[in-house]
């Protein structure tokens, strides 16, 4: 048993099975800076930074006649979201129920989820430097027409193109942006979609969490995330009603190539 | 230098895709050799030199070994399923397609979770679209 403390839950194999096919199919549509960015590990609970390669000086080293430097690391964070399921749920799922309330999942996925997008494109402070915070580039902004979105996203990509940042390039979008897109169809009734894959060809990604837009090229090597503990269902604890279960996961987010992104606001 | 072990652009392919496809091209080199030894060693009537290619046909099997280890790392279905097949004796088509069954259908689940380390098993989702 690890550190997830699953077999001390009052839940069945079947109960397990269920839980975790129902994270895993809420958690995949909504995690869309795992589609955009390179992923690396899991390497494990017990790890606990990425290793950048460079070092800072010491005011001091601790005997005469040599020097000293410290590496710098950048710590992995944990994110969490806690949840309760009813026992009767589950027993009613072990009895065959097909129609068991996992809202209270489904909501953790969620929120989970669009904290992921939010640390890698928009950043956490104090921890990690998001994708668009990191971008030196200036920011358009979209606008409320979606018919206006081609023309900045192929100026997104032209701007790439003149910083030497070859494509394919992908486009993260908000889910205001996404709706928009996912609406229209441009004079002659060309989806716009369409459209902009055209322009991008790269993926085009729901984004919850995302603030307006991100287009950044997926050539790789570009934006690095460093899973520790991937996504896991914990257990808390539990009474005659209730089971308290966690969604966890520890990760490092590390922007290599700034200018590999544009920012476009809303 | 030839770069046949990438089936697509490799400009357009992940790191850790490359190091994967790497990998497998390594692991088949090593199967190729351990094969090549064999024939050797079922023909070599000289017992020094013999004994010289069972000791090279041992470090194919290690270099195939920690090759395939990598990759199942890496590829928490496989090595569910490579979990179910290796090391065990009976039937080996049946393990396989119970493997095959629980890794694929979720079926692997429960208390310890689907995947070693308790994971849900996501990793990567690069290059999915939506």
Redesign the interface.
């Known amino acids: 048993m690890n550190h997830l403390l699953r077999s001390h839950a009052p839940i069945s194999d079947a109960g397990w099975k269920m839980l975790d096919e129902e994270a895993r199919g809420r958690l995949a549509p909504a995690l869309a800076a795992r589609k955009l960015v390179d992923f690396s590990g899991p390497l494990g609970w017990e790890h606990s930074a990425m290793n950048l390669g460079r070092t800072r000086p010491l005011a001091s080293a601790p005997g005469e006649g040599v020097s000293g430097l410290q590496r710098e690391v950048l710590p992995l964070v944990e994110l969490r979201a806690d949840f309760e399921l009813s026992r009767a749920e589950l027993r009613d799922a072990d009895r065959g129920a097909e129609d068991v309330d996992l809202e209270p999942l489904d909501k953790a996925t969620h929120r989970i989820a669009v904290a992921e997008n939010v640390a890698v494109f928009h950043g956490w402070h104090g921890a990690i430097t998001g994708i668009a915070e990191a971008s030196p580039h200036d920011r358009a902004s979209l606008g409320e027409s979606a018919e206006a979105y081609p023309r900045q996203v192929a100026g997104a990509v032209e701007r790439l193109l003149c910083n030497g940042i070859t494509g394919p390039y992908g486009l993260a979008l908000g889910r205001k942006q996404y709706r928009r897109v996912a609406e229209t169809a441009e004079h002659g009734g060309y989806p716009l979609l369409d459209h902009l894959h055209k322009i991008l060809e790269g993926s085009i990604v729901w984004a919850p969490g995302v603030d307006g837009a991100v287009v950044l090229s997926l050539r790789g090597d570009d934006f690095a995330f460093q899973s520790g503990q991937d996504l896991s269902v914990g257990y808390d604890f539990h009474d005659g009603d209730v089971v308290r279960l966690y969604l966890e996961e520890s990760f490092a987010f590390h922007v290599l190539t700034p200018e590999a992104a544009v920012a476009l606001t809303p | 230098m030839g770069f046949d072990q990438y089936h697509e652009p490799p ?6 895709t490359r190091t994967f496809a790497r990998l497998c091209a390594s692991l088949t080199e090593e199967a190729e050799a351990i094969g090549w030894y064999e024939q050797r060693l079922a023909v070599e009537s000289d017992p020094d030199a013999a004994a010289v290619m069972r000791d090279a046909q041992g470090e194919e099997f290690k270099h195939f070994s920690m090759d395939l280890e990598y990759l199942l790392r890496r590829t928490p279905a496989w090595r569910e399923i490579a979990r179910g097949i290796l090391f065990h004796t009976g039937d080996i088509v049946e393990h396989a397609e119970e493997a095959e069954a629980e890794a694929l259908e ?2 692997g ?6 995947y070693e ?14």
């Open positions: 400009d357009e392919l992940p790191r850790a979720g079926g689940s429960g208390p310890a979770g689907a380390d308790g994971s849900l098993g996501i990793g990567s989702l690069k290059g999915a679209s939506r």
